[in-house]
């Protein structure tokens, strides 16, 4: 039997005359992520979008697992496509879905009716189809307030579509759909959700890693490609920069205060970061910071950092628990590379003592010794940029 998707588009419901864009967006994002699958055909209707493949034999259990990773979407389905005619939608509802029938004790027909000159009206076609199903399955019970199995028959233009319940989407908005933001990427747990939180919020995005050869190894940088790329299987393409930060590191070290050495650090890889993402056409920074995790995430600690950026610093985990944030990123399969043990550059120096509060005249002052804007300039010089798919 063919088969299509059937796209619920979320929040995309709310936007009124933009709402053409963003599901235009939505397809793009849908097109391009299927797309190793086979070629796709994308139709809008009324609230939902149909994908019909152009090919036979397509990967529909991939094609699900892939459209569960596509923001924008509150649920979908995969549903047989049949004639409109009452006895092969009775066909095509047990061909399509009678060993789901067969696994369930209790179930229900939903008709949806678009095509009003239809011949039979919503509740006929739950009657007769759903008299069908039991005449084939006896033991099966009708629950109309909680049914295992609710079987929805679409009744529209040129088609009836038939399908089970409904897949979950991964809600938010499409990517793209709020413009582009720079994360800044560890290989710690943190700042892959954050990224991938802020994607669901519609940014693509940029990553900006910093490393710090040879304190730290070229198998770090590559895990943090890595956990880049599990990301981008949700927020699609990421540019990702990795910054020699070295320089910058060795010269904090040497010549400011030890407590001072993390906040300085950060506020120079903001100022970095900041140069970078202006150059990539962000419009933000994202930081996987939590309140109150680290010395230098404090309220204290984050006013000092905040105090050099020019853009506004999303941080999405700020009001997470550690056992929230490695919820989530479980769930988007960061967590076990986030574990794998190599350095990050911020645990190259890390003073015995960070403060904790930590005044920002202090800190200007530490920072006013040293002169770090050629340094800067050199180390965004020096970015190497690639870009980095989801696997
Ligand atoms: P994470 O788990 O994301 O590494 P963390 O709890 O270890 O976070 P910090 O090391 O203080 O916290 O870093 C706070 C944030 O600063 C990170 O979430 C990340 O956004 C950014 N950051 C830290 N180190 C780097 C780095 N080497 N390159 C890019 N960004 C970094
Ligand atoms: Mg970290």
Known sequence: MKKVILIKNGELVLKGLNRSTFEDMLIKNMRRRLSPLG??????????????????DVDFDEAVERIKRVFGIVAFSVAGVTEKDLEKIKEAVMEFLGDDLRSVKTFKVNAKRSDKKFQYK??????????????????????????????????????????????????GMPVGSSGRAALLLSGGIDSPVAGYMMAKRGLVLTAIHFAAPPYTSPRAELKVKKLASLVARYSGRINFAVVPFTEIQEH????????????????????????????????????????????????????????????????????????????????????????????????????????????????????????????????????????????
């Open 39 to 56: 070629t796709f055909n994308f139709i809008k209707a009324q609230s939902t979008i149909i994908a019909e493949p152009q090919d036979e």
């Open 252 to 391: 904090i070290k040497d010549n400011c205060p030890e407590e001072l050495f993390t906040i300085i650090m950060r506020r120079l890889m903001m100022k970095v970061a900041l140069r970078i993402a202006e150059q990539d056409k962000c419009q933000a920074l994202i930081t996987g910071e939590s309140l109150g995790q680290v010395a230098s995430q404090t309220i204290g600690a984050i006013a000092c950092t905040d105090a050099v950026s020019t853009m506004p610093v999303f941080r999405p985990c700020i009001g997470m628990d550690k056992e929230e944030i490695i919820s989530i990123a479980r769930k988007i399969d960061t967590f076990e590379t986030s574990l794998e043990p190599y350095e990050d550059c911020c645990t190259v120096f890390t003073p015995r003592h960070p403060r904790t509060r930590p005044t920002l005249s202090l800190i200007e002052e530490a920072e006013a010794k040293v002169d770090f804007e050629e340094m800067i300039q050199k180390a965004v010089a020096e970015t190497r940029f690639c870009s980095v798919d989801g696997e």
């Open 122 to 171: 919503s509740p006929e076609i739950c009657r007769e189809v759903g008299g069908y199903i039991l005449s084939k399955i006896p033991s099966l019970k009708v629950d109309v307030h909680n049914p295992e199995l609710t079987v929805t028959v679409e009744v529209r233009d040129k088609h009836v579509f038939v399908h089970g319940n409904q897949i979950k989407g991964a809600g």
